[in-house]
């Protein structure tokens, strides 16, 4: 056959082709903006820590005002300001560990390890640990409490920074101190977001020859 040349007929788009656009879309989804605090105009990045901070009243039992960082933590901004301001007094000083006290201390405490480049130990409530484990008991208000660490957790001589969000009498921090130093850990310091000055917690820890460095104060509040 002559002049009758085969056309090969142009495919239709395949629908395979349509669906990697609706995937590749899906996966490039429009940014969602940081989520700033509405606070009386003045832009998020300027919203001071303590602006970030829910009180609760009468929670967990009445009479006690709860100071919750979450709020503080779910803010972008907040959230990185907390963690620069924490590591920033040590740019430059010897710190080979950060111990965070159960359960916001992790959160806080993660964060500043890794931004120091360093490991971290979790100071946890009696019974979490898996393997074993050396502890300290310490006075509650009502009773008595315990936190634990793994016996392995510390190196002796190691330098460690002590995190967790707030020193209210300061018992806690006291505990973990105690038992770091048992551990044979070098305490370098102690942080916190909040101090309740009331309490008196800071004078005790600074008693045991700690520095305390806290970034936000609720006093008398
Ligand atoms: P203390 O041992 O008395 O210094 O209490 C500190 C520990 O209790 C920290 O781990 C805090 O998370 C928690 N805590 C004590 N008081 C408050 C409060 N008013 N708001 C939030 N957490 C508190």
Not at 178 to 207: H, M, Y
Request: aromatic letters at 4%.
């Amino acid at each position: 056959m002559t002049g009758s040349k085969k056309v090969a007929k142009k495919k239709p788009a395949s629908k395979p082709a349509a669906k990697m656009k609706a995937v590749v879309k899906a996966k490039n989804p429009k940014p969602v903006p940081r989520r700033p605090i509405a606070h009386a105009g003045i832009p998020a990045s300027l919203v001071p820590l303590k602006a970030r901070i829910r009180s609760i009243p009468n929670y967990p039992k009445p009479g006690i005002v709860f100071r919750d960082i979450t709020t503080l933590l779910q803010d972008a901004f907040g959230f990185r300001k907390l963690v620069d301001d924490l590591v920033q007094p040590h740019a430059g000083s010897r710190i080979d560990a950060v111990a965070g006290i159960e359960a916001r201390g992790f959160i806080i405490g993660g964060a500043v390890a890794h931004q120091l480049s360093v490991g971290f130990i979790p100071v946890r409530k009696k019974g979490k640990l898996p393997w074993e484990t050396i502890g300290v008991d310490y006075e509650l208000e009502y009773g008595r409490d315990r936190i634990e660490i793994h016996k392995d957790a510390v190196t002796k001589g190691q330098s460690v920074l002590l995190v967790d969000d707030l020193i209210a009498t300061g018992g806690t921090a006291i505990a973990a101190i105690t038992l770091l130093r048992q551990a044979g850990a070098n305490i370098v310091g102690c942080s916190f977001v909040i101090d309740l000055p009331d309490l008196g917690g800071r004078k005790r820890i600074e008693k045991l020859g700690v520095n305390v460095q806290t970034l936000v104060e609720f006093d008398g509040e």
